[in-house]
Structure formats: C-alpha cells, structure tokens
C-alpha cells in the first residue's frame, strides 16, 4: 500500500506531509519552493510510493472559494498531468496555519520555530493530511 501525500499549496512556499506506507501516522515532509514543487514530487514518487494526494483548498469563514483558489485549482491540474491515475482529493484548509501555530505553541517549539513560516506550511500539512485521514471511511486506510 502507497503512502498518501498531503500539499498546503502557498504562492511562495508549499508544505508537504505524508503517511507512513500503513496509513496510520501523517508526518511533516518538507516546505519547498512552490515553483519547484512538482520537480520535488516527481523525485520523490521515484522513491516512495504514493497512491494519492489531498490538497488543502483555501475557503473563506463563508465556504466559499479565498483568492487564491484558483492558483490551487490551477496546480491541482498539473498534478493530474504529472501523475495520472493517481487520485487527487481537495480537503478544507480552513484555520490550518492558526492550529499549527498553536500546536507549536503547545508543543513548546521556540518563538524562533514559530516565527519560521516553513514550518508552520509543514504543519498546516499534516493537519490536512490527518482531518482527511480521519474522514476516510473504516477500513480504507490500512
């Protein structure tokens, strides 16, 4: 079974986050340049098997699509050019950067670590990554 790989698409910056090859743990990957982010994941599927993408997708407190919406469509296209067959779920991102802010807050990260937007992206990721996972219906995961 293929790992499931999580993207908090930014216009500068993409957090990545992925699960083990069981599905049961969503650990932080990386933060690469978004311009280089379809040339980071086709290394990495050459290593690593991964049989879906979720992908957060801005909404504003509305439900409806934020600004950069479209951005997120746009490269949600390209990942079904560069990687066919594999299936790509959008999942709300809604309050992901304020809960991993928070999550390092309680986590005792230092103020420098909070500050780094990198890791914040990460951790936007991963929490995509396990709400998406927790929605999977029984049995689907592992």
Same mark, same amino acid.
């Given at each position: 079974?293929?790992?499931?790989? /999580?993207?908090?698409?930014?216009?500068?910056?993409?957090? +990545?986050?992925?699960?083990?090859? +069981?599905?049961?743990?969503?650990?932080?990957?990386?933060?690469? !340049?978004? /311009?280089?982010?379809?040339?980071?994941?086709?290394?990495?599927?050459?290593?690593?098997?991964?049989?879906?993408?979720?992908?957060?997708?801005?909404?504003?407190?509305? !439900?409806?699509?934020?600004?950069? /919406?479209?951005?997120?469509?746009?490269?949600?296209?390209?990942?079904?050019?560069?990687?066919?067959?594999?299936?790509?779920?959008?999942?709300?991102?809604?309050?992901?950067?304020? +809960?991993?802010?928070?999550?390092?807050?309680?986590?005792?990260?230092?103020?420098?670590?909070?500050?780094?937007? /990198? !890791?914040?992206?990460?951790?936007?990721?991963?929490?995509?990554?396990?709400?998406?996972?927790?929605?999977?219906?029984?049995?689907?995961?592992?």
């Amino acid at each position: 079974m293929g790992r499931i790989l /999580a993207v908090d698409y930014g216009t500068k910056r993409t957090g +990545l986050a992925v699960t083990d090859p +069981l599905r049961i743990i969503a650990t932080a990957l990386e933060t690469v !340049n978004t /311009a280089d982010l379809l040339t980071y994941l086709t290394s990495y599927l050459a290593k690593e098997t991964v049989d879906e993408f979720v992908v957060g997708m801005p909404k504003t407190l509305k !439900n409806e699509d934020s600004q950069t /919406a479209p951005l997120v469509r746009a490269f949600v296209e390209k990942l079904k050019v560069a990687f066919p067959g594999k299936p790509v779920h959008l999942a709300d991102e809604r309050f992901t950067s304020s +809960l991993a802010k928070h999550s390092m807050l309680q986590s005792g990260a230092s103020k420098k670590d909070r500050r780094d937007k /990198a !890791n914040i992206d990460k951790i936007s990721a991963v929490i995509i990554l396990q709400s998406f996972m927790s929605a999977m219906p029984p049995g689907r995961g592992i």
